[in-house]
C-alpha cells in the first residue's frame, strides 16, 4: 500500500517564524516529490518540486529531500499571515500517479 | 491566458441522477486527472488519461466515467451508482515526461 503521510496539525507559528511542515512515503520507488498549498475553498497550487537529495529553495521556501530515510520538508522561513493554507505533500512512484497526503493545515498568526 | 477551466464551480443534483463536470485545459498538455476530495483528506484519483482516446481507472473509479475525445478536454461523468458523490472534484493536467500536475477551480458537487 502507498501512501503518504504528513504530521498532524494544526500548526501555529507567529508572524516571522520558521513553518516546518514533513511528509514521508513508502515507496521506495518514489521518483519526485511536490508541496502544493490550497486555501481554503480552493484548489491546490504547486509551489515546490523537488527530485534529488538535498535542499532546493524557491523565495521564502525551501524543500528538503532525503530518499534513504523517505523523507521530505518544507520550510517556510519568514512565515506571513497570507501563508496560512493547508500544505499536502505528493509523491510520484514508479506508476508515475501522484499519491497525496492528507495536508497539514498552517495558521501564521499576525 | 493558458489555464485548467471547469464549470460549474457549483452543482447540486438529486440522488440517482447522473451529472458530467467539465474540465477543458489550453496548455497543451498531454496528459489529464480527475480528483476527488473530501473535508479534511488528501486528493484520490478517479481517472486519469495520457493520450488522446485512451484513459485509465485511479484508485477509486466505481461509479465515475470519462471520455478523452479532443487533447483540450476531459469530462467526467458522476454516475448514479457513485454511493457518495457529495465532494469537491479537481480536474488537473501536465505534460507527459513532467509529473508537475496543475489543477483547475474546481467543482463542489452536492447530492441530496
Known amino acids: 500500500q502507498k501512501e503518504v503521510e504528513q504530521n498532524s496539525g494544526p500548526l501555529s507559528v507567529p508572524e516571522g517564524a520558521i513553518a516546518s511542515l514533513n511528509c514521508t512515503y513508502s515507496?521506495?520507488?518514489?521518483?519526485?516529490f511536490f508541496w502544493y498549498r490550497q486555501y481554503s475553498g480552493k484548489s491546490p497550487e504547486l509551489i515546490m518540486s523537488i527530485y534529488s537529495n538535498g535542499d532546493k529553495e524557491d523565495g521564502r521556501f525551501t524543500a528538503q529531500l532525503n530518499k534513504a530515510s523517505q523523507y521530505v520538508s518544507l520550510l517556510n522561513r519568514d512565515s506571513q499571515p497570507s501563508d496560512s493554507a493547508t500544505y499536502l505533500c505528493a509523491v510520484s512512484g514508479s506508476a508515475r500517479q501522484l499519491t497525496f497526503g492528507s495536508g497539514t493545515q498552517l495558521t501564521v498568526l499576525p | 491566458d493558458g489555464g485548467i477551466t471547469q464549470s460549474p464551480k457549483y452543482l447540486f443534483r438529486k440522488e440517482g441522477q447522473n451529472v458530467t463536470l467539465s474540465c477543458e485545459q489550453n496548455l497543451n498538455h498531454d496528459a489529464m486527472y480527475w480528483y476527488r476530495q473530501d473535508p479534511g483528506q488528501g486528493l484520490r484519483l478517479i481517472y486519469y488519461?495520457?493520450?488522446?482516446?485512451?484513459?485509465q481507472k485511479g484508485d477509486i473509479a466505481e461509479g465515475y466515467s470519462v471520455s478523452r475525445e479532443k487533447k483540450e478536454s476531459f469530462p467526467l461523468t458522476v454516475t448514479s451508482a457513485q454511493k457518495n458523490p457529495t465532494a469537491f472534484y479537481l480536474c488537473?493536467?501536465?505534460?507527459?515526461?513532467?509529473?508537475?500536475?496543475?489543477f483547475g477551480p474546481g467543482t463542489r458537487l452536492t447530492v441530496t
Open positions: 488537473a493536467s501536465s505534460s507527459l515526461g513532467w509529473n508537475e500536475q496543475y
Open positions: 488519461s495520457q493520450i488522446v482516446n485512451d484513459f
Open positions: 515507496d521506495r520507488g518514489s521518483q519526485s
